[in-house]
């Protein structure tokens, strides 16, 4: 079963990304959170921040197996709140209170789902990704990447979005 929970962030909620995320999302039945919608704010070195909605958002993520990242290429890297929710995730690693929870995140399986104006997402954005998921010790599952260089076309993007939820479903029955 794909027991799984999307992160959503780019400055429309039903652009291309969104359409793209939420195709997948109604195919594979997970819940896609607006991190727009999350009260949210920067990393804080003095975690002045915790009483934000960043806390009890972690740890109703940390409750699945599979996390999907889904994001539009902004200047070869993720939508703002998308990078908020990734810096806030050092709470996770840093606060006592939070460690063990925080050590939840290894042996999960993350999926990078994301649109751009190009054939493939640049190699410095999905670097930051893998290289992200290595450190947290989360297992890289696949990206699925959309061209929307003609913006979102519903056709050939839902066929991909489709194509994209079988194959995760299927590797997920062996
Ligand atoms: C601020 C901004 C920066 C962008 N930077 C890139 C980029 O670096 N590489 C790229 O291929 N597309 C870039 N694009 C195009 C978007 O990735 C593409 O249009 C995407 O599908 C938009 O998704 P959205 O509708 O969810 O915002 C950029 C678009 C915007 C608005």
Known sequence: MFNA????????????TGKFVDRIATNLKFEVVDLSEVRMSAYDYEHRNRNDDFEPLMKRVLEFDQLVFATPVY????????????DRISDFLELPDLLNEGRRLRGKRAYVVCTSIYEEPPASFMNAFRDTFNYLGIRFGGVAHA???????????DNDADSFARQVASAGRE
């Open 147 to 157: 061209n929307c260089r003609d913006g979102y076309v519903n056709a050939r993007h």
């Open 75 to 86: 200047w070869y890297a993720v939508a703002p709140a998308m990078k908020v929710f990734l």
């Open 5 to 16: 929970i999307a992160l959503f962030a780019s400055s429309r909620r039903h652009g291309n």
